[in-house]
């Protein structure tokens, strides 16, 4: 079915879920200043850069997305107990108070709906999902996310399903892109608020009138990722913590 030109003004894509280089506990080989090209050439209008038990702060990036037309939210994926959340609109500060999943309930009560919280990849065996779990700390989320792999019977994503329809949880799906390629393919919609503001963003989330966009893997997706996640990426970590610790010792020896 073809959409109009009009039709489309009317929604703009959204991803909520992304590394860049600048994360300090993964190995990510494009820079943000990238992915807003990128992102501005697939008509994006809102992102949110998601480290690692860290919140992207670097001021000239974000004047650049606003130059852009682009929303980006300060986030962090944050690991309790194990388990990731992302966590939108928060501060370093209140990142580092985040000790376990009632320091979360604390931070939601304190915030209401200005912030907004989503489960990443709740069913996935890799990548600290928290899996079962998320039945007990249901109220801890907003939203449940959409993993971007999958392809036919392997898709984990159906239990996020289930638990979303059963607790009225809204689906967002994003990218978790940590390859500039895989960003842009899997990613959530909204209707254009009439302001392009943190709290309309929200709004229009917890509005659940939202349209996603996740395609299965298709084999070489599926393949690249394997390797990317078995050998690639670990190659990569290692080398980036061991020229960490010798940029550590250059300094103490100069000190």
């Known amino acids: 079915m073809s959409t109009s030109t009009s039709e489309k ?3 703009i894509k959204i991803d909520l879920h992304i590394h860049t280089l600048d994360d300090p506990k993964d190995a990510v080989d494009y820079s943000a200043h990238q992915l807003l ?4 050439a697939l008509g994006f209008r ?3 850069i998601t480290l690692h038990d860290a919140v992207f702060d670097r001021a000239e990036v974000f004047a650049d997305a606003a130059a852009m037309g682009i929303l980006l939210i300060p986030a962090a994926e944050v690991r309790l107990c194990g388990a990731d959340v992302i966590v939108l609109n928060v501060t370093a500060e209140e990142v580092a108070e985040l000790k376990n999943f009632d320091d979360l309930r604390g931070l939601r009560a304190r915030r209401g709906s200005s912030i907004f919280t ?3 990849h ?3 065996v890799l990548g600290s999902s ?3 779990r998320l039945y007990a700390e249901i109220n801890c989320f907003d939203a449940i996310e ?3 792999f999958h392809k036919g019977l392997f898709n984990p994503n159906r239990r996020a399903e289930k638990v979303a329809l059963r607790f009225g949880k809204p689906l967002i799906a994003t990218s978790d892109a940590h390859r500039l390629h895989a960003f842009g393919h899997h990613y959530t919609s909204i209707q254009i608020p009439s302001e392009l503001t943190v709290e309309n963003v929200f709004a229009a989330l917890r509005s659940e009138s939202l349209r996603i966009t996740s395609p299965p893997c298709s084999f070489l997706d599926l393949v690249s990722t394997i390797y990317f996640v078995f050998l690639a990426h670990p190659f990569r970590l290692r080398r980036k913590i061991a020229a960490a610790i010798r940029s550590s010792s250059a300094s103490r020896k100069r000190a």
């Open 9 to 11: 003004e009317d929604w």
């Open 37 to 40: 090209e990128r992102a501005r």
């Open 46 to 48: 809102v992102l949110a």
């Open 118 to 120: 989503i489960a990443p």
């Open 122 to 124: 709740p069913f996935y």
């Open 130 to 132: 928290i899996g079962a």
């Open 146 to 148: 959409l993993c971007h």
